[in-house]
């Protein structure tokens, strides 16, 4: 490739050369042979043999000489290829340089050809280019860079430069490989000259000559003078830049004379003076290099040189100049070291200059020179840009103007408009350091130099953070350092390594508590090291100098800072301040540098709570009045206080007022800043960042973290989390910062979580203190609690709209709390609710939780427990808190306590036990405040006292729930606890109240504190009697006496009575026998029941316990509460009851005595005050069923355990005392109380009968049969109030008759028999209607049982069954009264004896059956009565209103009546008793046939059917005429009683209802009259109206049939045909009769009774005929009705039938006849009917009467 290009080019040259220059021709021609005649296989070799060749280069030379300018370039181009690849000879360099710089003077392309080649021939021939060939070499760079094309000049100066910086790299190599010596001159330097080898010396005087040139004076060893400055000043830039270590390097120090007396002195002098643009950047850049590079050779001129810097900076200069400076400080900032170096140089040395102590300060005036430009106001804004830049301007103009983009016409943005700090308009592109290019100054923003302050303000943090954090880490967690960095959202302000240092790793704890999550996991030591105490580091000396420079500077770096905070910067400049400022403040505090750390803490905090915030809220919460401030409930989380800073509310939207307030905080954001926004957050969280990781070395200053939190919180608490809008810093529209704005406030509620998280974490980091780091942080969380005890002047008393409410907040905060006060001022009296106060103490509570093993670990001064519980204490029990704050203190000691309860489980049993009791003792402690009898409280203040007792106590349940089955000690502490809500009362010896100077009911503080005790109580008797000591036994009664006693709650009273119950199995189940005797109640030797029962040791403790429990429980049963006493009484009871098979006879004899019968009488004494007139009837009315409660436990408790009492001596007296108590109860005429008595005896008889009782003997009977036959219990007046029903004392009254008389049946007399029936016929009339539904179906269950009596009773004793029967027959006779009271009766009374009655038919009906035989019950009349009493329902039949579901009352007396007549009428012939006895007997049974065929069929009641009770009553009337016909025609039956009969049977024979004109025949009085029959052959009125037959008309006929039966003869054969179903035989005729009465033939009593029927049978016959007669003419020839016409067949074929009695009708005058009589009488009749059948032509009628008329013609002899 090369060998082509040589040859083509020197074939060129030779070309172009052959007219006039032969010289170089020839040369030429020598030097293609040459090339021709080299054989080489590559370029190596090639350039091996041409370097060897001197001669070949020589037409090159002599072309470049010629300046002819195609000669020349074929030349360069050649010489060029030889220089690339090393083809020169070294020989010839000197020519070849010369041709290069004759060469100059062509063409473009030959000057850039020649500009390319020297770096290659200098870097190929480095060796050999040295001294004067350097300086030639340079001198061309020179020469070109003198002509005008800008192309060629710059290229040169890229050359030269180019060329320099291989000058000194010959150096730096030279320096390397080259031994000591070959010295080829020396140079001067400070302590002397120096000598040097050829490389240093070719640098040294070229550097000298530069800066000579750059000086504008003549170099010593470059032959060119014409060196720009500016390109002079690159170059030494150049040089200083990228070859420091020459210059620091000891072997050249002829460089650092040089920079010493030659650069530093012009760059300072020159900057002094008025440079241009140009000029001063490189001047800047040079002066930047020597401050990095060469600082340490330079002390005293770069001290000069930073001061000249500051001074520039300070001055009102330029404002490009003045951003020089801040961008050379920028970048000194920027390397820590190198700020460390030049603390040490100057500031950190006497007599220096303090240069980084004065450049902080000038920070400070730079930052506060011009307030408008940088938005200074009272807090941080966002910043504004100028409204007009846009302008007249097109929007691509903007955009490049917004861009950084100058010089486009208008220029850039007029940023003399724009407001604030801002990375729109605040920064440049490129930073004027940096735009060499430039001639003149840039547009530099105005706001600029501020934002390069607040980088170097960010820069020296993140030093001194880089630099320190590492070294504070103890050794043994660097291998922990990598711990993961908690999420900080957007807007975090903790940068990543102070997250990674102050982040710990996670500890497991035991007692971790499930409530509290914590947000990061902690280092096991958190304590970090100071690294200033590690005097034996390396870096010891380092360490040093950062605290001082802190020390120094933290006055200057804090004013800067502070100005910013409150000036208008973006998000991003904003965030970098506060991390800067959070990071200065870290590395203070690690250093343990406390002034400044408390500095900035204070600071950070005015800038998270803003003074004028903080104050506007103040006023706000000052002038709001007290109803209007939002009281809610408080949460339960201790890590939550009401509606503050760490609660949940600020997610949800707010409603109501604090809705309201909130839109109007947004809106008037810009104006009136009242509540906290997103920029105030980011500051507080960051300062509890520093709380985090400089929490066990803050000491006192934790108070400022935590009032500054405390103020934040009661900020938002009064706003409601209203976030607030961030302001902007101008009132003209800009949409950025409008948008910026919206986007801070939309965060604000990411911020509110994230400080919520940080908070966590700052408490949560204090359970890695030590114990002395962690009570300085409890000791200043209780001093955030406003203490109100010490009266003030200030908030209490001055007026709200005194402008003395607003704090003082200007000044430094200070860890002695003196600007504590501030936050009073929302609390202006007691009873308003102070958020601040509310946040102490949920801090409190919360970092107690926290570290609950500590606390529990450790004795309680050291720990903080005695500070803490002591504060909480004193909180809850102060009179001037108010009384929210008061109930939150209450709260979050009872959560400590519980959550300690639950930590301590995992303790051994001596430690557990020893906390335990701590625990107990606090909660005590905090109720001893309360209970002062002299405690001034006002009503209101007296009601939290209660609220606070109530929450104690709630939280004593709830350590018992959780903890109870492990507690080991402090019971006694926990009754004690229990108790402390009564006020102290006395008990008896005897364990009763003592009724002198005792009120009569228990006093409480308050009816609100009792569930909550009570709760604590009931829990120990369900689940831990068992752990109780026993000492504690005794305390437990008196608290179970006490909790019954009170009259506040009753339920709890009656619950409390139950215990007594699980107290008394828990002692019954310690031991198997309980020794009870009579020493035990009455000892001899006077000690007391309390005694024996306190006294564990004594034997009979646990009986003497049982025996008070017993006593103290009867004392409950005379309270005046029914519901409370009747549990008492039952479960005393019961406890008797459960627990009798324990209690031998002495005991039962003991706990009868001392219990029982002590009970029945002060229940007598108090029913005895109750019945005085004055007694409310309520309250009399309670104690009677309290009587009941007694009296019926008392039965059941004694019949279970009668074959015990009975077995003991005393039996018989404990039972007459017994029923001495009953009788007492009795003669209080009480129904309930009567029932109960006699239920309790008859319980107690009942029991007699299993086995044979000792001592249950006759006496006992006599006892209880006397107390029964006593007699009815009744009510007397004044106690039928309540009670009016009196059926179930009746019951019971005759419900203990049955056992009674189980008892004394086998000593029975009649006397006991008569007197039984009398009280039970009482028992029936006093019985009252009651509830029972109706007694019509189903007996009453009184009824039933005194039914079920009689049937027990005896009848084999004489006059028993008259006695019985009469008493039945009564019980009969009681539903059947007058029929004109039936109505009422059934109308006004429940009781019908319906039911009743049909029950004694049948007892009736057996028991006459069972005795017919016996002739008293004739004689003495009890017969006769009960027939009267079953005659009653026969005759009233349908009369009777009430109809049963089962079978009717009249058909069952006619079935009883039937089956008594046929059992003792045979007997009636036998008796000897008197006639009349007789007669009214038969009477009787006329009267039941009478009411058998009659009824009432006009009206009859519902559901009855008629064809059905009329067969019913034909058969028992067929029945009974058996029984009675002929015994009827006796002589001894009156006339009367068979006329009654007889007309009976006419009257119910009757089918149709006669004409009125024959009522008088029916009716009148001469029915007997037989003259009377002659007005029935007179006729009639005839009527149209067809009457229909009776509904009973079966039984008419079968009364006519029975008419026609009883005239009939009996003589003859042929008798009336009488239908009797089934077939009933009469009487036969009495053989032997038994009595005196004489003996009558059965004819003569047919003749009787025919005697007395016939004239009914005559006249019977006659109406019918009548009818005939009478109606048929007016119907014409239309039939007679269907009935009618049968009743008038039927009648005429039975008179043509019968043959009567020849007796039983008078002879007809002048006619004979013997059978045909009745035919005779009804003739005139026969003949009217036979003429009007004969007209009508009633064939059927006519017949019948035609053979009625030859009956007639035959007895006439016709």
């Not at 950084?404 to 007029?414: A, N, P, R």
């Not at 006059?1359 to 009469?1366: D, K, N």
């Not at 079935?1455 to 007669?1479: F, M, W, Y």
């Amino acid at each position: 490739m090369t060998t082509q290009l040589l040859s083509s080019e020197l074939t060129n040259l030779i070309q172009e050369s052959k007219r006039k220059h032969n010289d170089l021709r020839q040369a030429a021609e020598k030097s293609l042979e040459e090339l021709k005649g080299i054989r080489a296989a590559n370029e190596a070799q090639l350039a091996a043999e041409l370097s060897q060749r001197v001669n070949f280069v020589n037409p090159f030379v002599i072309a470049c000489g010629t300046r002819n300018a195609k000669f020349t370039g074929i030349a360069i181009v050649c010489l060029s290829r030889l220089i690339l690849v090393t083809a020169l000879p070294p020989s010839k360099l000197s020519p070849v340089l010369e041709a290069l710089r004759e060469a100059t003077s062509a063409g473009l392309d030959v000057q850039l050809k020649i500009l390319q080649a020297l770096p290659t021939l200098l870097q190929n021939y480095s060796k050999e280019i040295q001294g004067d060939l350097l300086v030639t070499a340079l001198n061309i760079c020179f020469i070109l860079q003198t002509t005008k094309n800008a192309v060629v000049n710059n290229t040169s100066a890229a050359t030269l430069q180019q060329l320099v910086m291989t000058v000194f790299e010959k150096v730096a190599v030279e320096d390397k490989s080259a031994p000591d010596g070959n010295f080829v001159g020396s140079a001067p330097a400070s302590d002397g000259e120096v000598q040097l080898r050829a490389a240093s010396m070719d640098a040294y005087r070229i550097f000298k000559d530069i800066c000579l040139m750059t000086e504008n004076q003549r170099p010593e060893y470059l032959r060119f003078t014409g060196l720009p400055q500016t390109f002079g000043l690159e170059l030494i830039e150049s040089v200083l830049s990228q070859h420091a270590p020459i210059f620091t390097d000891s072997r050249h120090l002829e460089q650092a004379y040089i920079l010493r007396t030659r650069v530093m002195p012009f760059v300072i002098k020159e900057l002094s003076g008025k440079p241009n643009f140009a000029t001063s950047v490189r001047l800047v850049r040079i002066l930047y290099t020597l401050l990095r590079k060469h600082l340490e050779i330079l002390p005293s001129e770069g001290g000069e040189a930073l001061d000249t810097l500051t001074q520039l900076l300070d001055q009102d200069a330029a404002a490009w100049k003045r951003a020089l400076c801040m961008e050379v400080f920028r970048g000194i900032f920027s390397e820590p070291p190198l700020l460390r170096r030049i603390f040490t140089l100057y500031d950190s040395k006497e007599g220096e200059k303090a240069v980084l102590k004065n450049l902080t300060a000038t920070f400070v005036r730079v930052s506060t020179e011009k307030p408008a430009v940088i938005g200074l106001g009272h807090q941080s804004s966002i910043p504004v840009a100028n409204p007009y830049a846009n302008m007249g301007g097109s929007s691509d103009q903007a955009m490049l103007e917004a861009s950084g983009v100058t010089g486009i016409i208008s220029g850039s943005v007029s940023e003399g408009h724009n407001t604030g700090v801002s990375s729109q308009w605040s920064t440049v592109r490129v930073a004027c350091i940096d735009q060499l290019d430039k001639t003149e100054p840039p547009s530099v923003p105005e706001s600029y130099v501020y934002a390069l302050t607040l980088s170097c303000i960010t820069s020296l943090s993140e030093g001194l953070a880089k630099f320190i954090l590492p070294l504070t880490v103890p050794p043994d967690s660097r291998a922990r350092k990598r711990a993961k960095q908690s999420e900080s959202g957007r807007e975090s302000p903790a940068p990543t390594e102070d997250d990674s240092i102050a982040s710990k790793t996670a500890v497991e704890r035991a007692t971790t508590i499930s409530s509290i999550e914590r947000s990061g996991s902690f280092k096991k030591n958190p304590v970090p090291l100071n690294p200033l105490a590690v005097k034996d580091h390396p870096l010891h000396t380092e360490v040093k100098i950062c605290a001082a420079i802190i020390d120094e500077c933290w006055p200057a770096i804090l004013a800067t800072c502070s100005t910013f905070l409150n000036a208008a910067l973006d998000s991003e400049y904003y965030h970098g301040l506060v991390r800067a400022f959070q990071k200065f403040a870290h590395v203070a505090g690690l250093l343990h540098l406390t002034t400044p750390r408390d500095a900035f803490l204070t600071t950070l905090g005015k800038a998270a709570v803003p003074p004028n915030v903080f104050t506007a809220c103040l006023n706000a919460g000052a002038s709001k009045p007290p109803a209007s401030s939002p009281v809610s409930e408080t949460p339960n989380s201790i890590l939550s206080n009401a509606r503050g800073l760490l609660s949940v509310d600020s997610l949800v939207t707010p409603v109501g007022a604090a809705g309201e307030r909130q839109r109007q905080a947004s809106m008037d954001a810009n104006t009136v800043p009242q509540t906290l926004n997103t920029r105030n957050l980011l500051c507080l969280r960051a300062l509890l960042n520093l709380g985090i990781a400089l929490g066990p070395t803050l000491g006192g200053s934790w108070s400022i973290v935590l009032e500054t939190l405390q103020q934040a919180d009661f900020v938002l608490f009064t706003t409601g989390k209203a976030p607030g809008r961030t302001p902007i810093a101008g009132k003209g529209p800009d949409a950025r910062a409008e948008n910026e704005a919206a986007s801070l406030l939309a965060n604000f509620s990411t911020e509110i979580r994230a400080v919520e998280t940080a908070a966590s974490r700052l408490f949560e980091s204090t359970v890695d203190f030590p114990n002395g780091a962690f009570v300085e942080v409890v000791d200043a969380i209780c001093g955030l609690l406003d203490q109100p005890t010490e009266p003030t002047s200030e908030p209490s008393s001055r007026p709200q709209s005194s402008p003395s409410l607003t704090p003082p907040v200007q000044g430094l905060r200070t860890p002695s709390g003196q600007h504590r006060r501030l936050v009073s001022g929302s609390s202006t009296t007691p009873t308003r609710p102070s958020q601040e106060d509310q946040f102490a103490l949920a801090k409190i509570g919360e970092i107690a939780t926290i570290n609950i093993e500590r606390l529990l670990s450790y004795p309680p001064v050291v720990s903080g427990w005695a500070r803490i519980t002591t504060e909480l204490i004193g909180a809850l029990s102060s009179v001037t808190y108010a009384t929210q704050i008061r109930n939150r203190a209450a709260e979050i000691l009872v959560h400590l306590i519980l959550d300690a309860a639950k930590a301590v489980g995992g303790f051994d049993d001596e430690t557990r036990g020893r906390v335990q009791l701590r625990l107990l003792e606090a909660l005590r402690d905090s109720l001893l405040p309360l209970q002062v009898e002299d405690r001034a409280v006002s009503v209101a203040t007296h009601f939290t006292d209660i609220d606070i007792h109530k929450i104690i106590l709630e939280g004593l349940k709830s350590l018992l729930d959780d903890s109870g089955d492990a507690l080991l000690s402090g019971w006694e502490i926990t009754f004690e606890i229990i108790g402390s809500i009564f006020i102290p009362r006395r008990f008896g010896s005897d364990g009763t109240r003592e009724a002198s100077n005792q009120s009569p009911a228990l006093t409480t503080r308050s009816a609100k504190l009792i569930r909550s005790a009570f709760n604590s109580l009931q829990l120990i008797c369900s689940d831990f009697l068992g752990s109780l000591p026993k000492s504690c036994f005794l305390i437990l009664v008196d608290t179970l006496y006490k909790f019954c006693s009170q009259d506040d709650d009753l339920n709890i009273a009656l619950t409390t009575v139950t215990f007594f119950w699980v107290l008394s199995d828990f002692l019954s189940g310690r031991s198997k026998l309980l020794p009870i005797t009579d020493n035990l109640v009455d000892d001899p030797d006077g000690v007391s029941l309390v005694e024996k029962a306190s006294n564990a040791e004594d034997a009979s403790s646990d009986a003497a316990l049982w025996m008070l429990l017993l006593l103290r429980l009867t004392t409950v049963t005379t309270d005046q509460r029914l519901d409370l006493r009747n549990s008492a009484i039952h479960t005393l009871l019961r406890i008797f009851d459960a627990y009798g098979d324990k209690l031998g006879p002495e005991a039962w004899s003991v706990c009868i005595k001392a219990v029982i019968f002590k009970l029945l009488s002060s229940i007598e004494k108090e029913l005895e005050d109750v019945g005085k007139s004055d007694v409310d009837e309520k309250v009399r009315y309670d104690w009677h069923d309290t009587a009941v409660v007694v009296l019926n436990g008392i039965s059941t408790l004694l019949a279970n355990y009668l074959d015990v009492l009975t077995v003991h001596p005393t039996f018989n007296s404990y039972w007459q005392q017994l029923l001495g108590h009953f009788a007492s109860l009795l003669d209080f005429q009480v129904l309930e109380i009567s029932t109960a008595t006699f239920k309790a005896l008859t319980q107690m008889l009942s029991q007699s009968q299993n086995g044979t009782k000792q001592n249950f003997n006759k006496t006992t009977i006599d006892l209880a049969w006397d107390l029964w036959s006593r007699g009815v219990p009744v009510s007397k007046a004044g106690n039928t109030g309540k009670i009016t029903d009196n059926q179930n004392c009746l019951l019971a009254y005759v419900a203990a008759l049955r056992d009674v008389y189980r008892l004394i049946q086998v000593n029975l007399t009649v006397d006991h028999i008569r007197r039984m029936l009398t009280l039970l016929r009482e028992v029936m009339q006093l019985a009252t209607p009651g509830s029972y539904v109706a007694d019509i179906d189903h007996v009453t269950p009184l009824q039933g049982q005194v039914l079920e009596v009689i049937k027990l009773l005896r009848t084999d004793l004489p006059g028993a069954p008259s006695a019985l029967i009469s008493q039945i027959s009564e019980f009969i006779s009681l539903a059947f009264t007058e029929e004109q009271g039936m109505s009422s009766q059934r109308n006004s009374q429940k009781r019908t004896y319906v039911a009743m009655s049909k029950a004694s038919m049948s007892i009736l009906q057996t028991l006459i059956v069972d005795h017919a035989s016996d002739a008293n019950i004739y004689s003495d009349g009890a017969f006769l009565t009960a027939l009267t009493a079953l005659s009653r329902p026969i005759v009233l039949k349908y009369r009777f209103p009430i109809i049963t579901k089962t079978e009717q009352p009249w058909k069952l007396a006619t079935t009883s009546a039937l089956v008594i007549l046929e059992a003792t009428l045979p007997q009636l012939h036998k008796l000897d008793g008197s006639r009349s006895n007789l007669q009214d007997i038969w009477e009787m049974i006329v009267t039941i046939a009478n009411g058998i065929i009659s009824a009432d069929c006009d009206a009859p009641p519902d559901r009855v059917n008629i064809a059905e009770d009329q067969d019913f009553d034909i058969s028992s009337f067929l029945k009974l005429r058996e029984l009675i016909i002929p015994s009827l025609g006796a002589e001894v039956v009156a006339d009367k009683t068979r006329k009654v009969f007889a007309e009976n049977l006419f009257r119910m024979s009757i089918i149709h209802a006669p004409a009125p004109a024959e009522s008088s025949l029916i009716y009148g009085s001469n029915e007997g009259d037989m003259a009377g029959l002659s007005n029935l052959y007179k006729p009639r009125r005839g009527r149209t109206i067809d009457p229909p037959p009776t509904k009973r008309e079966k039984m008419c006929y079968i009364c006519v049939d029975e008419l026609f039966a009883l005239v009939n003869s009996h003589h003859e054969a042929s008798t009336p045909h009488i239908m009797v179903q089934p077939p009933t035989p009469a009487f036969s005729p009495p053989n032997a009769p038994a009595s005196n009465l004489p003996f009558e033939a059965p004819h003569a009593l047919r003749v009787r009774l025919a005697r007395t029927a016939a004239p009914y049978l005559i006249l019977r016959a006659a109406l019918t005929l009548r009818a005939y007669i009478a109606d048929q003419p007016l119907r014409g020839r239309m039939p007679q009705p269907l009935s009618q016409r049968k009743e008038l067949a039927r009648m005429l074929e039975r008179l043509v039938e019968l043959k009567s009695e020849p007796e039983a009708i008078p002879d007809t005058p002048n006619v004979e006849s013997e059978s045909r009589k009745h035919l005779l009488r009804l003739y005139p009749l026969l003949v009217s009917a036979t003429s009007v059948a004969g007209t009508s032509g009633d064939e059927g009628v006519l017949k019948l009467l035609t053979q009625a008329l030859k009956v007639v013609g035959t007895e006439l002899g016709v």
